[in-house]
């Protein structure tokens, strides 16, 4: 699906969208004709830079603020949006956070500030989604990771918690069926994390190369926008990582 997509008519909220992917994600659905509610948690600047761009190019769009560690944050930021823009039918969990934590060193916090975020944070907002969609069409996708499917020992309570979004994103296909389709984009190598070089993480990908951020969101446009009799796909763009065993670096 090509980014000049004809969107219009849709109104998006992509969590995670005020910096990296989450910002690429926001920006193509503003692009596309859509409007958008972009959510942040600490990057203000970023997110209200897309607000102000996508309102330049003639879209409704706003930035909200949430903190999706927390129950009541994640709870309400689906009927904040629908406050803000009316009709949200489009739902993009990205927000997501990337520890490096292992077996041996994994705390209890880690451990359940991963499941918060990356995987009770997306249920919540499902659940809320539908609850506001109440049998009208919608579409969701989970930002995933190739690890979802091939989970290994690297990044523990991230990769345990992405399989269960993973796990959640085939169930919730089904249980929100037939008005809201479910699916997932799992992402291999695309932007190195910002606090680390990226010239490991390509060695184990078959492409042999980093993704073009492009890549990524034309495949989130496909899964919004595409075949409407495709749920429950987990759909990977990661150069072929997930079928080269070993763990990554
Ligand atoms: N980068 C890659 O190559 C890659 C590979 C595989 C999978 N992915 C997946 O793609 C998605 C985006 O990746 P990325 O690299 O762009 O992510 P990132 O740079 O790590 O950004 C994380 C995002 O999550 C938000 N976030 C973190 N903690 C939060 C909290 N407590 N409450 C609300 N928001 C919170 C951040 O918001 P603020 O900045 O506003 O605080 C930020 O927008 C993630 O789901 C990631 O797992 C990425």
């Not at 990337?98 to 991963?114: M, S």
């Amino acid at each position: 699906m090509p980014p000049t997509a004809n969107l219009a008519g849709h109104v998006a909220l992509v969590t995670g969208a005020g910096r990296r992917l989450g910002r690429a994600f926001a920006e193509a659905i503003a692009a596309g004709g859509a409007d958008l509610a972009v959510h942040y948690s600490g990057s203000r600047a970023g997110a209200d830079e897309v607000v102000e761009a996508a309102r330049a190019a003639g879209r409704r769009a706003v930035s909200l603020r949430a903190d999706l560690s927390t129950v009541d944050e994640a709870t309400t930021l689906v009927p904040r949006a629908a406050e803000a823009l009316g009709e949200v039918d489009w739902l993009v969990n990205s927000a997501a956070i990337f520890e490096p934590w292992t077996i041996d060193d994994t705390t209890p916090e880690a451990w359940d500030h991963h499941q918060a975020v990356n995987l009770r944070a997306p249920f919540l907002l499902s659940q809320a989604f539908a609850r506001h969609r109440a049998g009208r069409p919608g579409a969701i996708v989970n930002v995933l990771d190739w690890r979802a499917l091939h989970p290994g020992p690297d990044h523990l309570p991230y990769t345990i918690a992405k399989a269960g979004l993973a796990a959640l994103t085939e169930a919730l296909a089904v249980a929100l069926a037939p008005a809201i389709r479910v699916n997932g984009l799992a992402l291999g190598a695309i932007l190195p994390p910002s606090d680390a070089g990226g010239s490991q993480a390509v060695r184990g990908v078959p492409l042999g190369r980093w993704a073009r951020v492009e890549e990524a969101v034309d495949a989130l446009l496909f899964l919004l926008a595409g075949p409407g009799f495709t749920t429950g796909t987990i759909l990977h763009v990661d150069g072929g990582r997930h079928l080269v065993p070993g763990t990554s670096p």
